[in-house]
């Protein structure tokens, strides 16, 4: 069974930095798709942030690019998202996602996800 655990969340200032991290327990975490998505109170969770297998191709949501940073370590089966720049429209339930396919809204594979850590950005 594939068990994703996210952490890292808070509230901080407009302005201010997290970073997320998200432990998989997989055997095959080099093999794995790897993504961010968020969900805000009231709209549909959306895409953040992906990486490839080796983490050598990354993508971005346009409303987070230049901001945040995607990065995996397959050495310890972890996923980030360092977060700068904050702003109180990225508040949201942040998830990790972990699928087979080769894109992370591929659809093809098996997907996991976490349970969600809550990112709260003040004004």
């Known amino acids: 069974q594939v068990q994703l655990v996210e952490s890292g969340g808070g509230l901080v200032q407009a302005g201010g930095s997290l970073r997320l991290s998200c432990a998989v327990s997989v055997r095959t975490f080099v093999t794995t798709t790897m993504g961010w998505f968020r969900q805000a109170p009231g709209k549909e969770r959306e895409f953040v942030a992906e990486a490839s297998r080796s983490g050598g191709m990354t993508y971005y949501a346009d409303s987070v690019k230049g901001r945040f940073t995607i990065s995996r370590d397959n050495a310890k089966n972890t996923v980030y998202l360092q977060m700068n720049s904050l702003k109180p429209e990225d508040t949201a339930v942040y998830y990790c996602?972990?699928?087979?396919?080769?894109?992370?809204?591929?659809?093809?594979?098996?997907?996991?996800w976490g349970q969600g850590t809550q990112v709260t950005v003040s004004s």
């Open positions: 996602k972990a699928t087979s396919a080769s894109r992370i809204v591929d659809g093809t594979g098996y997907d996991y």
